[in-house]
């Protein structure tokens, strides 16, 4: 399971435009002909979630160059087959690792940097082991955000059942941290027709799954301002891609190291934000908790960086552009 780990997620994009082409919308267009679609049927479909204006403030707190938002999707055993109902023993043993190993090792870093991170969870993941609030919530600094039940291919599915499952898990993360999470990051980072509505039914502050930006923005749905800001993610800025040893795209963890500290010298110099996601069962490994701790030492002697958690962030520019 693990060498098909980041070969699913960017499956899973060509999967979902498939399913938003398909949608009742589409029956009057032909989803093999695209080169035939109408004007307005194309802007329909491009429109439906859209980024809006750039929330990026004029500082952030203190006087700081850039903001740096280093976030972790805690998946364990959900990404090792519960999500897919291919249970093998082998793959979940790696995502025990996760919760036994990885997750108490990149928290013990994060509090030794005394550096505040998000922590997303499908819902799953955090019953089969709900010791990993106290470790995350003992500091007082980190986040606990959502990543859905099982980490469920939520662009497969239905409307009300995505919402059910949605509320589910934050109802669960709620009374196992208890904290209702204020953050949403959909599984596989994609979106279906119904995701934003739920999200935005459900009350949620931010969303961070997409990428139209790399400075935080607000969303955009059928032309119209949401009030959701979005805090962007990047495949370039996941460590799953790569470091699967067995995939591809596997890169050795230094040289990785360098991409994510190129990343952050343009971002300090645009004055905007680096957010990094990574996975405690993937970081977490000995030789690429290296890597990471090399990361922060370089953005720590830059300098002029502000460390937040993804809810300080988004109150943050939310507070700047007269969103509240």
Same mark, same amino acid.
């Given at each position: 399971m693990q060498s098909r780990y980041p070969v699913c997620r960017f499956a899973l994009t060509t999967f979902s435009v498939l399913v938003i082409t398909l949608s009742p919308l589409a029956n009057a $267009? &032909?989803?093999?002909?695209?080169? &035939?679609?109408?004007?307005?049927? +194309?802007?329909?479909?491009?429109?439906?979630?859209?980024?809006?204006?750039?929330?990026?403030?004029?500082?952030?707190?203190?006087?700081?160059?850039?903001?740096?938002?280093?976030?972790?999707? +805690?998946?364990?055993?959900?990404?090792?087959?519960?999500? #897919?109902g291919e249970? &093998?023993?082998?793959?979940?043993? $790696?995502?025990?690792?996760?919760?036994?190993?990885?997750?108490?090792? /990149?928290?013990?870093? @994060?509090? *030794?940097?005394?550096?505040p991170a998000t922590f997303f969870?499908?819902?799953?993941?955090? @019953?089969?082991?709900?010791?990993?609030?106290? +470790?995350? &919530?003992?500091?007082?600094?980190?986040?606990?955000?959502?990543?859905?039940?099982?980490?469920?291919?939520? #662009?497969?599915?239905?409307?009300?059942?995505?919402?059910?499952?949605?509320?589910? *898990? #934050?109802?669960?993360?709620e009374r196992i941290t208890g904290k209702r999470p204020v953050g949403y990051r959909a599984p596989s980072w994609n979106h279906s027709p119904n995701t934003l509505r739920i999200v935005r039914d459900m009350?949620?502050?931010?969303?961070?799954?997409? @990428?139209?930006?790399?400075?935080?923005?607000?969303?955009?749905?059928?032309? /119209?301002? #949401?009030?959701? /800001?979005?805090?962007? /993610?990047?495949?370039?800025?996941?460590?799953?891609?790569?470091?699967?040893?067995?995939? *591809?795209?596997? @890169?050795?963890?230094r040289d990785v190291m360098q991409v994510w500290i190129d990343e952050f010298d343009r971002a300090w110099e645009e004055g905007t934000m680096f957010l990094l996601t990574m996975h405690p069962h993937v970081i977490g490994h000995r030789s690429r908790m290296v890597a990471l701790e090399g990361l922060i030492e370089h953005i720590k002697a830059r300098g002029e960086v502000w460390f937040a958690t993804h809810e300080e962030a988004a109150r943050y520019v939310r507070e700047r552009a007269g969103m509240n």
């Open positions: $267009q &032909n989803p093999a002909e695209p080169w &035939n679609w109408s004007e307005d049927f +194309v802007r329909s479909q491009v429109n439906q979630v859209r980024a809006g204006r750039d929330l990026t403030p004029e500082s952030w707190p203190g006087d700081a160059r850039v903001a740096v938002l280093l976030s972790f999707d +805690v998946d364990n055993e959900t990404i090792h087959g519960l999500r #897919t249970i &093998n023993i082998g793959p979940l043993s $790696q995502g025990q690792y996760g919760s036994r190993v990885a997750l108490p090792r /990149v928290v013990k870093l @994060m509090d *030794a940097q005394e550096i969870f499908p819902a799953w993941s955090l @019953m089969l082991a709900p010791e990993q609030a106290e +470790v995350i &919530n003992s500091s007082g600094r980190h986040e606990i955000g959502v990543h859905g039940w099982i980490h469920e291919l939520n #662009t497969a599915l239905d409307g009300p059942t995505e919402e059910r499952l949605l509320r589910r *898990a #934050t109802e669960e993360i009350g949620f502050l931010y969303e961070s799954s997409l @990428m139209h930006d790399d400075r935080p923005y607000e969303l955009v749905q059928d032309g /119209v301002p #949401t009030g959701v /800001v979005e805090l962007p /993610v990047e495949w370039i800025l996941d460590d799953a891609p790569l470091f699967n040893p067995l995939g *591809a795209r596997y @890169m050795n963890p």
